[in-house]
Nanobody, 123 residues
Framework: QVQLVESGGGLVQAGGSLRLSCAGSGDIFSIYSVGWFRQAPGKEREFVAAISWPASNTYYAGPVKGRFTISRDNPKNTVYLQMNSLKPEDTAVYYC????????????????WGQGTQVTVSS
């Protein structure tokens, strides 16, 4: 069993930065791929970024490429999402997810989810 806890969300002005953390418990967290998804009010959950295991290859959605960076610290069982040059359209609840994802952009490929952390970007 894997439990995930996100942190680091908050209110930031456009152009600012935030770093989200996803702390995982359970030995198998460090051998799973981890993805970040987000859901804005009235919209469907969408893929943001993912990092694979064991190669730590990274994948990004088009709207965040070049602004967001995903990384993992396996000894700490933590995955980070560094978000720079934030825009109001980045406002959403951000979720991390873990699992043996074969398609990193598909939320159904992830078996474990955190509770989410709110990110609000003001204009």
């Amino acid at each position: 069993q894997v439990q995930l806890v996100e942190s680091g969300g908050g209110l930031v002005q456009a152009g600012g930065s935030l770093r989200l953390s996803c702390a995982g418990s359970g030995d198998i967290f460090s051998i799973y791929s981890v993805g970040w998804f987000r859901q804005a009010p009235g919209k469907e959950r969408e893929f943001v970024a993912a990092i694979s295991w064991p190669a730590s290859n990274t994948y990004y959605a088009g709207p965040v490429k070049g602004r967001f960076t995903i990384s993992r610290d396996n000894p700490k069982n933590t995955v980070y999402l560094q978000m720079n040059s934030l825009k109001p359209e980045d406002t959403a609840v951000y979720y991390c997810a873990s699992g043996k994802a074969l398609s990193y952009v598909d939320a159904n490929e992830y078996g474990f989810w955190g509770q989410g952390t709110q990110v609000t970007v003001s204009s």
